[in-house]
């Protein structure tokens, strides 16, 4: 009988216990039971939401550095030609350029200038994107001479604005920077450059140099760039009259500077506009 009375006891104990958790987890669950069960359905979408958004905000930050081409070519899926286009220059677009290659003296209204957005393989192979200002005359020029380039594997090293150098031609250059408007004059000059329009661009200019003669002297920009004044050197990254680049430009009706008598300007194409 004690036995008996034993296993009731703890039978019961066990009731009690059992009664307990339930009382104490049914409330709790209770309350949450609709929302609860929502909840877990619910909480993965927010969370993969607040880690998708920044990622999408930083985008175009990243794709300006160099990017790993899966990254980008997953994102972009099969119609990469979305990734080439210009459009008329947004208040941030103004932002970043006014005061720097868009001085405060700019005699080009912006209404003549276009902002492009071309994909670009770089120097490791990758794709990545890159973006320019030009004039609205040549904006459809570039989205096809782009196109060839990128389609041909063309390599270009780097294509920010010039604005992430402060707008400095020769920090652009040193950092091997393809670009194109800035508002100044031709270096050691008076006269504006045709960069001034957004009508030349500077293709991987520490590879293809400005080399002139100044007072006798050979001058090299950039300097880093100095060894490439040397066109016999065979480097990949030549522009020359057999080179995708001069053949794309010169074909939309460009001219190119490594061709002038004067003065040999390797990395510069330019169009000049009625
Ligand atoms: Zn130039």
Known sequence: MQKCGLIAAILLTCVYL???NYKVDRPANQGKQDS????????????PATTILPTITE????????TPEGDIMEAIGEDISKEFYYEELSDE?????????YKDNCEVP?????????????????SHRGELIVNKAIAKDIIEIFRELYDEKYPIERMVLVDEYDADDNTSMTADNTSSFNYRKVDGTDHLSLHSYGLAIDINPMYNPYVRTVDG???????NGSSYADRSLACEYYIDKEDACYKAFTEHGFTWGGAWVNSKDYQHFQKKMD
Do not use: H, N, W
């Open 59 to 66: 985008e175009p930050e990243d794709t300006i550095t160099p």
């Open 18 to 20: 059992v009664a307990c």
């Open 93 to 101: 677009i103004k932002d970043r350029i006014q005061g720097k290659s």
């Open 36 to 47: 609860g069960d929502i909840g877990m359905t619910i909480t993965p979408t927010p969370e």
């Open 110 to 126: 912006y209404e003549e200038l276009r902002y492009v957005r071309v994909l670009y393989v770089g120097f490791d192979g990758e």
């Open 217 to 223: 002297k050979k001058v090299i920009t950039p300097e």
